[in-house]
Structures are given as C-alpha cells and as structure tokens.
C-alpha cells in the first residue's frame, strides 16, 4: 500500500507565498513522474505542475514563472513553492506519482490541501 501525504495549504494574502510538501510512503520501489495538480469549485482537476525522474519539469501556462516544483528522490517527497499568489489561484491541490511497488506502476494521489488566496 502507497500512501501520499500533502501538508503546508492553507489562507494566504493575494501576493503571498505558500510551499505545498508531499510525502510518500509504504512498498515503493521507484516513482517516475511526480506532481500536483489542483480542482477549483465547479471546475475540473488540472496539471499544475510536474516533474519527470530525469529532472524534466512541465508547468500549466497560469503558474509559470510563479510556482516552482521539486523534488527529493532519495526521500519520496516533492514540493511546490508558489509565490505571487492570486485569488484564481483558490483551489484544492492534490499531489500525485506514478509509483513501481513490484507488481507494475500505478497513480496515487494524495488526499489533496485547501489553498485559499483571500484578501
């Protein structure tokens, strides 16, 4: 059994700083990509940003040069500093990985963070 773990959402300012942590846990041979995404009230979930095992990194048009995502791969954790924070921003994030527990990879998703950006 894998398990995601998200911590660090919560209220913020317009043009405040949050970082997002994500830890995994449990039978993990290897994880290949890893990510958040983000489902707003009324809207579908959608790639905020991602990191491949190789170090490559994509990121949805709305966050790029504000959020930044990495990863620890000797620990099974990533993050997602964001900064310049806006009220569109407001959504619950999930993290997620392609996680190898020997019997082949599968997605796991965390249990997802309220971000609200709020004056």
């Known amino acids: 059994q894998v398990q995601l773990v998200e911590t660090g959402g919560g209220l913020v300012q317009p043009g405040g700083s949050l970082r997002l942590s994500c830890a995994a846990s449990g039978i993990i041979l290897s994880i290949s990509t890893v990510g958040w995404y983000r489902q707003a009230p009324g809207k579908q979930r959608e790639l905020v940003a991602a990191v491949a095992r190789g170090g490559s990194i994509n990121y949805a048009d709305s966050v790029k040069g504000r959020f930044t995502i990495s990863r620890d791969t000797a620990n099974n954790q990533w993050y997602l500093q964001m900064n310049s924070l806006k009220p569109e921003d407001t959504a619950v994030y999930y993290c997620?990985?392609?996680?190898?527990?020997?019997?082949?990879?599968?997605?796991?998703w965390g249990q997802g963070t309220q971000v609200t950006v709020s004056s």
């Open positions: 997620n990985a392609d996680v190898f527990t020997g019997g082949g990879w599968s997605p796991y």
